[in-house]
């Protein structure tokens, strides 16, 4: 089973939804350069959330249809909202468990999954059930994160630490944050042909402060969000878990510097 909405590691707070229409927005450029879709397509997204990925999709091809999907329903009441704030026609949503998704086989033009399958205890069989509702010769994107990629000066192993508090209560609720380097392999194992992985990497230091600022909002931000959760489970003290903080901080100051690894892989249903 798909996990249950409150299995989410980040929460489903109102801060949460904000920091994820940040990231959205500040990774828009970086992530959806080269996503697009041609009109009249029909294209499902399964596990939009409220909506961040949504809008870029819907605003980059206004005449492709969406439906987006997603098992909470406070969820898809924050992307509706935001849709039609935005005044958006083109998207239709629907509540469903992405394991139980109530469309007929070969639906879909297109499938569209973001960070989705580094919450998910069983991707492949994920992966496998959507495809299903795709087209033959029909296309897959799939963006993940990879939280062992994060790379930052002044190295801090109690940066590490709280950063493997967060991997760690991840791997407990059955995901896997560190599930981007494994894209192309679960795309293949799912039967996708001509598959191509393209890393995306956020870098930053002084000299962007743009870049500096979307490190601390979104990164920083979603590592300090599961707090009480890694104290809660004894994952670490909580001086420990000042200090880490407090060196991720410092990796975005003058003298700091922080990269991180996105990956962003496409395949074709051959069959």
Same mark, same amino acid.
């Given at each position: 089973?798909?996990?249950?909405?409150?299995? +989410?590691?980040?929460? &489903?707070?109102?801060?949460?939804? *904000?920091?994820? &229409?940040?990231?959205?927005?500040? %990774?828009?450029? %970086?992530?959806? +350069?080269?996503?697009? +879709?041609?009109?009249?397509?029909?294209?499902? *997204?399964?596990?939009?959330?409220?909506?961040?990925?949504?809008?870029? /999709?819907?605003?980059?091809?206004? @005449?492709?249809?969406?439906?987006?999907?997603?098992?909470?329903?406070?969820?898809?009441?924050?992307?509706?909202?935001?849709?039609? !704030?935005?005044?958006?026609?083109?998207?239709?949503?629907?509540?469903?468990?992405?394991?139980?998704?109530? #469309?007929?086989?070969?639906? #879909?033009?297109?499938? #569209?999954?973001?960070?989705?399958? *580094?919450?998910?205890?069983?991707?492949? &069989?994920?992966?496998? *059930?959507?495809?299903?509702? %795709?087209?033959?010769? $029909?296309?897959?994107?799939?963006?993940? @994160?990879?939280?062992?990629?994060?790379?930052?000066?002044?190295?801090?192993?109690?940066?590490?630490?709280?950063?493997?508090?967060?991997?760690?209560?991840?791997?407990?609720? @059955?995901?896997?944050?560190?599930? $981007?380097?494994?894209?192309?392999?679960?795309?293949?194992?799912?039967?996708?042909? @001509?598959?191509?992985?393209?890393?995306?990497?956020?870098?930053?230091?002084?000299?962007?402060?743009?870049?500096? !600022?979307?490190?601390?909002?979104?990164?920083?931000?979603?590592?300090?969000?599961?707090?009480?959760?890694?104290?809660?489970?004894? /994952?670490?003290?909580?001086?420990?878990?000042?200090?880490?903080?407090?060196?991720? +901080?410092?990796?975005?100051?003058?003298?700091?510097?922080?990269?991180?690894? #996105?990956?962003?892989?496409?395949?074709?249903?051959?069959?």
């Amino acid at each position: 089973m798909v996990p249950h909405p409150h299995q +989410y590691v980040h929460g &489903h707070s109102d801060t949460e939804s *904000e920091r994820l &229409h940040y990231q959205a927005t500040k %990774l828009a450029d %970086l992530l959806h +350069y080269d996503t697009r +879709y041609l009109p009249g397509s029909s294209v499902l *997204e399964a596990a939009c959330g409220v909506g961040g990925q949504t809008v870029i /999709l819907a605003k980059n091809s206004p @005449g492709a249809q969406f439906v987006c999907v997603d098992i909470s329903s406070e969820s898809l009441r924050l992307a509706k909202r935001r849709i039609r !704030e935005e005044h958006i026609e083109n998207v239709i949503f629907q509540q469903g468990d992405i394991y139980h998704l109530p #469309f007929s086989p070969e639906s #879909f033009d297109h499938l #569209f999954v973001c960070f989705l399958l *580094e919450h998910l205890p069983d991707p492949p &069989h994920a992966l496998k *059930e959507m495809s299903n509702l %795709l087209k033959a010769g $029909g296309t897959i994107t799939v963006i993940e @994160g990879d939280h062992g990629s994060a790379l930052f000066y002044p190295q801090s192993p109690h940066a590490l630490r709280v950063i493997a508090c967060l991997v760690e209560l991840q791997r407990q609720m @059955g995901g896997n944050a560190m599930i $981007g380097r494994e894209l192309w392999h679960l795309l293949n194992d799912a039967g996708f042909s @001509g598959i191509s992985v393209s890393p995306r990497q956020v870098y930053a230091d002084c000299s962007r402060p743009d870049a500096i !600022e979307g490190v601390r909002n979104i990164f920083i931000a979603m590592v300090k969000g599961v707090r009480d959760q890694a104290l809660a489970a004894g /994952l670490i003290d909580a001086d420990t878990w000042e200090r880490g903080i407090r060196d991720l +901080y410092r990796t975005t100051e003058r003298d700091g510097s922080f990269a991180y690894t #996105f990956f962003k892989a496409t395949g074709v249903k051959s069959r």
